[in-house]
């Protein structure tokens, strides 16, 4: 039994030693303490895509929020955070530390956003080389929109009594426009398209995709990136994809 137990002996004493070459480091504990908040602009509109430098003291970190919301685990103590975004001046605030504390964070756009609330005629224009199914008649629409701002964010409420009725939310860089006529989702049946037309009992035309515009005094004008489609019931009779046109002109 002895002679048994002595080559486990030196085994043992073999990795002991091997151990000091790789050993196995605890990971350091969680500090406990964070920084957390939203990053907005004036009035309060959040800004989503800022990135964050937060420092303590020992070390900084890069954040690059999801949203608008950031978080992050920090030393007890002055924590400075730098916040940057294209379109925005920078802005460095401190904030001391102890627990969680919630700092939000405002920053100012270069260019404030045009004035653009109102009641507009908003009209569509398919792009023909691309609608060969889709009927002349239909590939120009004006519809009813009205907007209301607050800073850079827009909602626009779909109120063409042709229409179901559905609002989305765009946003202003300086002059320039930005929104999406959303799909609904088709599979699962779930919700509505932005701009969905009933022409008769059986006809519906949806018109999806972003647009991108700018601003002027008189109204908008830009262009639609998406898909029109002509439906009979559920089935598609005519349809067409491309680059189309878009503006908005004051009702």
């Given at each position: 039994m002895r002679n048994r137990l002595v080559p486990l002996f030196a085994f043992a004493a073999l990795m002991s030693a091997c151990g000091d070459d790789n050993p196995v480091r605890p990971t350091a504990p969680p500090s406990g303490h964070f920084v957390s908040g939203i990053v907005t602009e004036p009035v309060g509109v959040a800004v989503m895509g800022a990135s964050l430098r937060v420092t303590d003291s020992e070390k900084a970190q890069m954040i690059t929020p999801a949203n608008a919301e950031y978080?992050?685990?920090?030393?007890?103590?002055?924590?400075?955070?730098?916040?940057t975004r294209q379109g925005y001046h920078p802005k460095t605030v401190s904030v001391e530390v102890h627990g969680s504390v919630r700092h939000d964070i405002e920053i100012e756009p270069l260019t404030?956003?045009?004035?653009?609330?109102?009641?507009?005629?908003?009209?569509?224009s398919a792009d023909p080389?691309?609608?060969?199914?889709?009927?002349?008649?239909?590939?120009?629409?004006?519809?009813?929109?009205?907007?209301k701002q607050a800073g850079a964010a827009?909602?626009?409420?779909?109120?063409?009594?042709?229409?179901t009725g559905e609002r989305v939310a765009g946003r202003l860089d300086g002059n320039a426009l930005s929104f999406q006529l959303w799909s609904p989702d088709w599979y699962?049946?779930?919700?509505?398209p932005t701009v969905e037309e009933k022409l008769d009992d059986t006809r519906r035309l949806v018109i999806v995709g972003g647009v991108r515009g700018e601003v002027s005094?008189?109204?908008a004008a830009g262009q639609l990136t998406g898909t029109w489609t002509l439906l009979e019931n559920v089935t598609v009779t005519g349809a067409c994809e491309g680059v189309h046109g878009v503006r908005f002109d004051r009702r």
């Open positions: 978080r992050a685990s920090v030393r007890e103590g002055p924590v400075t955070i730098e916040v404030a956003a045009a004035a653009f609330a109102g009641s507009y005629w908003m009209t569509l080389p691309s609608c060969g199914t889709l009927p002349a008649a239909l590939r120009t629409r004006r519809y009813a929109v009205d907007v827009l909602i626009l409420q779909m109120s063409d009594p042709r229409l699962y049946g779930m919700g509505a005094p008189s109204g």
